[in-house]
């Protein structure tokens, strides 16, 4: 892709200086130690912004497009920069959506609300939670995140299994294009009047439809087989959709991380929340083991099913957690009652029948009461915090942290991921959402020491070739490619494919500014 050149003024606070006179003074920040602090996110990269703007309302969104365009200066959108991959960082202007966040409509009896993409998922959910309801997707950063990156990054987490993924919970957007219009992005029945005037309104959702339609056999073709996908543009998605009689505007844009529009509302879909839920803690003498449980649980329906490797748990400490010397792996499992036909006890005891013909360090901890629900959660939500003091010098570094694999073969990739780590003699967790194969992989290395820098360029490139090559599996489940992955987009999709995702990018972001370095690299 030949992106056009982004020209930054030489003298950074001339961008700021018109931005206050665009916007008002108490937007537009550009001094030193706001820029520092805007300079990274929770990837390794590090890049500092020359400008940042805290937009207040859509007006503030379309002025920063158009000067953004006009000036040939980048613009990434960010909310509360919990990212893994570096796209919520940029060298242009930051435009922090943190103060947009408010949730405008609820509707209790249809279940959607109008939020803002400024609101932290953990207040939405709060507020939601007075009137029986939740958004399903709960990244495992939920305390911090926002709405923002969650829609960017088609966010998941533990309870993927019953909610799915942002992408398949969110039914409209509200999206400022780089001309600094507007769009309704939502799902337009193809017979609906508003559809033909969508297309002759926007020159490049037309391109997009005759796009879609003149690929749809390679398109099938390159449709990922594992169940989760955040890699590339959701082409798939878009194709199903006018299949099915409608065009999902959608599922184009959730997923995109700010390189196609910048968002200023979504409106979500809600579910009911579980009248009861039993968690469980299993753990198991040999890994093998749990690769071949997890079929045989995902048949009682459980709303999460989350694994921890040995390396893991001796990282955040048996002892401290009541886990077993002895255990090989640990399974979390969570299953909901909605209070129609459901009766939790029996699940337990059908659970409990499953594993009983596996090899256990102890039999399962199940638990119904929420605080001693809580308490079996402790140890997987203490993970990042307990990596990140675990050495003074080496922390847990992202780089091949989202691969999915098909769910029946992850003790597989366990396995070999544990003799890849053990052969560079780099400690390192794995966890994630083994009912959906999606494994998170955080090795610990010190990348200013050289050859931890090596290791990590090489695991880079081994892990991923081989998640692609011998399991078919998926470069990104829910984390986004970001700036880490951007190269690999290609590798996994095949140069035709990955060149309908730059013909995409090129028609709605033809002068490059939108997040550059993101998804296309």
Same mark, same amino acid.
């Given at each position: 892709?030949?992106?056009?050149?982004? +020209?930054?003024?030489?003298?950074?606070?001339?961008?700021?200086?018109?931005?206050?006179?665009?916007?008002?003074?108490?937007?537009?920040? *550009?001094?030193?130690?706001?820029?520092?602090?805007?300079?990274?996110?929770?990837?390794?990269?590090?890049?500092?912004? #020359?400008?940042?703007?805290?937009?207040?309302?859509?007006?503030?969104?379309?002025?920063?497009?158009?000067?953004?365009?006009?000036?040939?200066?980048?613009?990434?959108?960010?909310?509360?920069?919990?990212?893994?991959?570096?796209?919520?960082?940029?060298?242009?202007? =930051?435009? /922090?959506?943190?103060?947009?966040?408010?949730?405008?409509?609820?509707?209790?009896?249809?279940?959607?609300?109008?939020?803002?993409?400024? %609101?932290?998922?953990?207040?939405?959910?709060?507020?939601?939670?007075?009137?029986?309801?939740?958004?399903?997707?709960?990244?495992?950063?939920? *305390?911090?995140?926002?709405?923002?990156?969650?829609?960017?990054?088609?966010?998941?987490?533990?309870?993927?299994?019953?909610?799915?993924?942002?992408?398949?919970?969110?039914?409209?957007?509200?999206?400022?294009?780089?001309?600094?219009?507007?769009?309704?992005?939502?799902?337009?029945?193809?017979?609906?009047?508003?559809?033909?005037?969508?297309?002759?309104?926007?020159?490049?959702?037309? /391109?997009?439809?005759?796009?879609?339609?003149?690929?749809?056999?390679?398109?099938?073709?390159?449709?990922?087989?594992?169940?989760?996908?955040?890699?590339?543009?959701?082409?798939?998605?878009?194709?199903?959709?006018?299949?099915? !009689?409608?065009?999902?505007?959608?599922?184009?844009?959730?997923?995109?991380?700010?390189?196609?529009?910048?968002?200023?509302?979504?409106?979500?879909?809600?579910?009911?929340?579980?009248?009861?839920?039993?968690?469980?803690?299993?753990?198991?003498?040999?890994?093998?083991?749990?690769?071949?449980?997890?079929?045989?649980?995902?048949?009682?329906?459980?709303?999460?099913?989350?694994?921890?490797?040995?390396?893991?748990?001796?990282?955040? !400490?048996?002892?401290?957690?009541?886990?077993?010397?002895?255990?090989?792996?640990?399974?979390?499992?969570?299953? &909901?009652? &909605?209070?129609?036909?459901? /009766?939790?006890?029996?699940?337990?005891?059908?659970?409990?029948? =499953?594993?009983? %013909?596996?090899?256990?360090?102890?039999?399962?901890?199940?638990?119904?009461?929420?605080?001693?629900?809580?308490?079996?959660?402790?140890?997987?939500?203490?993970?990042?915090?307990?990596?990140?003091?675990?050495?003074?010098?080496?922390?847990?570094?992202?780089?091949?942290?989202?691969?999915?694999?098909?769910?029946?073969?992850?003790?597989?990739?366990?396995?070999?991921?544990?003799?890849?780590?053990?052969?560079?003699?780099?400690?390192?967790? %794995?966890? !994630?959402?083994?009912?959906?194969?999606?494994?998170?992989? =955080?090795?610990?290395?010190?990348?200013?020491?050289? &050859?931890?820098?090596?290791?990590?360029?090489?695991?880079?490139?081994? %892990?991923?070739?081989?998640?692609?090559?011998?399991?078919?599996?998926? +470069?990104?489940?829910?984390?986004?490619?970001?700036?880490?992955?951007?190269?690999?987009?290609?590798?996994?999709?095949?140069?035709?494919?990955?060149?309908?995702? #730059?013909?995409?990018?090129?028609?709605? &972001?033809?002068?490059?500014?939108?997040?550059?370095?993101?998804?296309?690299?």
């Amino acid at each position: 892709m030949t992106s056009p050149t982004l +020209i930054l003024p030489e003298r950074s606070h001339a961008i700021a200086s018109d931005l206050r006179a665009a916007l008002g003074v108490d937007k537009v920040k *550009d001094d030193y130690s706001t820029r520092t602090a805007y300079a990274v996110d929770a990837s390794i990269y590090r890049m500092m912004p #020359v400008a940042v703007v805290l937009v207040e309302s859509e007006e503030d969104i379309a002025a920063t497009m158009r000067y953004a365009v006009q000036r040939g200066i980048p613009l990434t959108p960010r909310a509360a920069g919990t990212n893994l991959t570096g796209s919520a960082i940029g060298a242009g202007i =930051i435009l /922090d959506v943190s103060r947009l966040n408010r949730v405008l409509e609820l509707n209790r009896e249809e279940r959607w609300a109008r939020v803002q993409p400024g %609101i932290v998922l953990a207040e939405l959910n709060k507020e939601l939670g007075r009137h029986g309801l939740l958004f399903g997707p709960d990244p495992s950063s939920g *305390d911090m995140c926002k709405l923002g990156g969650m829609l960017a990054n088609n966010s998941s987490g533990p309870h993927t299994l019953r909610y799915g993924a942002v992408k398949d919970n969110v039914q409209a957007l509200r999206v400022c294009l780089q001309s600094g219009e507007w769009l309704d992005a939502k799902a337009y029945g193809l017979d609906d009047p508003a559809y033909a005037d969508l297309l002759k309104t926007h020159r490049q959702l037309l /391109d997009l439809r005759s796009l879609l339609q003149e690929n749809a056999t390679l398109i099938a073709q390159k449709r990922p087989t594992v169940s989760k996908n955040s890699c590339g543009y959701n082409l798939f998605g878009l194709a199903d959709g006018l299949a099915q !009689g409608r065009f999902d505007l959608p599922k184009l844009f959730v997923g995109s991380e700010g390189t196609l529009g910048l968002f200023s509302e979504a409106t979500i879909r809600l579910v009911e929340k579980p009248r009861a839920t039993l968690t469980a803690l299993i753990h198991f003498h040999r890994l093998e083991d749990v690769g071949d449980a997890v079929p045989k649980l995902l048949e009682l329906s459980p709303s999460a099913l989350e694994v921890m490797d040995a390396n893991t748990l001796n990282l955040i !400490g048996r002892a401290k957690h009541g886990i077993p010397a002895a255990a090989a792996a640990t399974l979390l499992v969570e299953l &909901d009652s &909605d209070g129609v036909g459901t /009766d939790l006890r029996a699940q337990a005891e059908r659970m409990t029948e =499953i594993c009983r %013909i596996y090899r256990l360090t102890s039999d399962p901890v199940i638990a119904f009461d929420p605080d001693q629900r809580e308490q079996l959660w402790k140890a997987r939500k203490a993970l990042y915090p307990t990596l990140y003091r675990f050495d003074p010098r080496k922390k847990p570094i992202n780089f091949v942290d989202d691969v999915v694999v098909p769910a029946e073969r992850i003790s597989e990739l366990i396995r070999y991921l544990e003799e890849f780590f053990a052969g560079q003699h780099v400690p390192v967790a %794995i966890f !994630g959402h083994i009912g959906n194969g999606n494994a998170h992989i =955080i090795p610990l290395l010190d990348v200013n020491d050289q &050859d931890d820098f090596q290791k990590m360029v090489q695991g880079y490139h081994e %892990i991923h070739q081989t998640v692609l090559n011998r399991f078919g599996g998926s +470069i990104c489940g829910e984390h986004g490619d970001g700036r880490v992955r951007a190269e690999y987009v290609k590798t996994m999709f095949g140069p035709e494919l990955y060149d309908l995702f #730059v013909k995409v990018k090129q028609s709605f &972001d033809p002068s490059g500014v939108l997040n550059p370095g993101i998804k296309i690299s």
